[in-house]
């Protein structure tokens, strides 16, 4: 199954007194790459792991392909297609990229992540892994463990785990993070490629102009409300966006 449509539609999440996010709106079609912006604790990780299923909104609702999905636990919303690949990485750390990737692979049809363990020996799912290795460029250092690799390899290793429950819908939670500017222009274009019929990203970074390079929708939000959408230059051209997000009105 594709992706048809995401619409999340009003949400708000309060932690205690603070408004993490109010009324979000915003909605994606397949085979599209949004760039979802916002300076720090504008609430993008949250709104992530509302979609994800991570955290309940107290208001609105997330429908996939039309059917509502809000209250849905996150292995049900895996099963519909969507993934998560986290900002801070956590491979197991004693089992090769291979076997990490090969995990994740079982995880998508499995309830429980220990079953999900004992299906990992399986001849068909490591070379599935092998192949989603080689997609994120990783195919040389498959036996490695993930201490013996560099950050840029473990936050390829984070988006080949999500594509590993083979996802209509991919949030990615800043995947640039940390990187040297040729390995974040590398993944900002691994990203890019990612994109196709049948698989849509949300891409939230800080790394402004490596958005701006690769995604052609944007989405802004600032202190838990949406400032702007749509096509990258008319978003980075609003004054709203200019002024809240960048800091200058021109
Ligand atoms: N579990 C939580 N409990 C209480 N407050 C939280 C929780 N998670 C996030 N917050 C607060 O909600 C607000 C939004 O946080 P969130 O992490 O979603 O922002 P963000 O846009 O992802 O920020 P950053 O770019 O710094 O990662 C922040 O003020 C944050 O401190």
Known sequence: MTLQRLQINNISVKFGGLAALQNVSFELDDNQLLGFIGPNGAGKTTLMRVIMGMI???????????????????????????????????????????????????????????????????????????????????????????????????????????????????????????????????????????????LSVILIEHNLPQVLRVCPKLYVQANGQGLAYGPTAQVMADPVVRKAYLGKEA
């Open 56 to 198: 309940n909104p107290n208001d609105g609702t997330v429908i996939l392909n039309g059917n509502d999905i809000t209250h849905l636990k996150s292995v049900h919303r895996i099963h519909a297609g969507i993934s998560l690949g986290q900002q801070i990485v956590k491979p197991l750390r004693g089992m090769s990229l291979l076997d990490n990737v090969a995990l994740a692979f079982g995880g998508n049809k499995l309830l429980s992540p220990l079953k999900a363990l004992m299906v990992r020996g399986k001849s068909a799912e490591r070379d599935a892994a092998h192949e989603i290795l080689k997609l994120v460029g990783l195919g040389d250092v498959v036996n490695k463990l993930p201490n013996e690799v560099p950050l840029g390899f473990l936050k390829r290793l984070e988006v080949a785990r999500a594509l590993a429950l083979k996802p209509t819908l991919l949030l990615l939670d800043e995947p640039l993070a940390g990187l040297s500017k040729p390995e974040a222009e590398e993944m900002a274009d691994l990203i890019s490629g990612l994109t196709r019929p049948g």
